[in-house]
């Protein structure tokens, strides 16, 4: 089963064609081929949105983190890390040079993992403004 935002990205590449089918008329060879190619163009899309984690801010602020699909084996215990994005924030840098790393944001004690663990990074969006009433 392709997942439904694929096929509505392929969907909408081929409706940019001129020509006398129609989606719904391809054979599925050339379905999948479109499929293929907004999945392509999709993965690039999300791919360049992070942005490199040199350049994250390492003052304690929160951001939005994706890390690699490879940080742990399949199967490790600890497997769940790959491929999420979670928020996390700098811990800095102690007296003694030492680099504190990444944490996440939250009470779940655990930290100090290394900028190589994330595809890139993004500010987090702004929260939501609270309703007044009258």
């Known amino acids: 089963m392709t997942d439904p935002r694929i096929e509505a990205a392929a969907r909408a590449l081929f409706a940019t064609t001129e ?11 050339y379905r999948n081929v479109w499929i293929k190619m907004a999945r392509n163009a999709l993965a690039a899309a999300d791919a360049a949105a992070w942005m490199p ?8 602020t929160d951001i939005l983190a994706k890390t690699r699909p490879d940080v742990y ?8 890390w790959n491929n999420r994005s ?17 944490s996440v944001a939250a009470p779940v004690g655990y930290g100090g993992m290394p900028d190589d663990w994330f595809v890139g990074w993004r500010p987090l969006p ?5 309703e007044v009433s009258e």
């Open 19 to 29: 020509g006398e089918y129609t989606w719904d008329s391809l054979q599925s060879y």
């Open 53 to 60: 984690m040199s350049e994250a801010p390492r003052d304690r």
């Open 73 to 80: 084996p399949e199967g490790h215990n600890r497997s769940g």
């Open 86 to 102: 979670v928020v996390i924030r700098h811990e800095g840098i102690v007296n003694d040079d030492l680099d504190m790393g990444w």
């Open 126 to 130: 702004a929260p939501p403004k609270a």
